[in-house]
């Protein structure tokens, strides 16, 4: 049998195949890392908006309720929050006065992260009824 009827692979091509893949996988798999770890910092920011929007709503319902809202807390021991509440002026004119007060409301979310702190901050405008006088 001579040698140019023989078929199969040589060791070197062998070699070379298995190098490509290894190289073809570490790829991969540095890809999937990086995407896994873009996942779970998507994740983290979506709990963050959440529960700022929920926090952002409640403190709006408590202004429009009548009620003075804390302007700071905690949701965990990791996330903390701030609340600012500034007046908005509205010029409706000198005759009259409407029954509330119009705020400008923000709302931070902090928290740290390998000595890096963080803030994600929504605000919003609402609307806080003015004291009833008592009637005489």
């Known amino acids: 049998v001579s040698q140019s009827d023989s078929r199969g692979f040589s060791l070197m091509e062998v070699l070379v195949a298995m190098m490509v893949l290894g190289?073809?996988?570490?790829?991969?798999?540095g890809l999937i890392s990086g995407s896994m770890r873009n996942v779970n910092r998507l994740?983290?920011?979506?709990?963050?908006t959440r529960m700022a929007q929920m926090k952002l709503n409640e403190l709006t319902l408590q202004m429009n309720q009548g009620v003075s809202p804390a302007l700071s807390g905690s949701f965990d021991s990791k996330y903390r929050w701030q609340g600012r509440l500034d007046p908005v002026s509205v010029d409706v004119g000198p005759d009259i006065k409407p029954g509330y007060s119009l705020f400008r409301v923000r709302l931070s979310v902090l928290w740290s992260v390998?000595?890096?702190?963080n803030e994600?901050?929504?605000e919003t405008i609402t609307w806080q009824p003015h004291p009833r006088e008592s009637e005489s």
Do not use: P, V
């Open 23 to 29: 190289i073809a996988f570490s790829t991969l798999f």
């Open 114 to 117: 390998r000595d890096d702190e």
């Open 120 to 122: 994600f901050a929504l």
């Open 43 to 48: 994740q983290e920011h979506e709990k963050i």
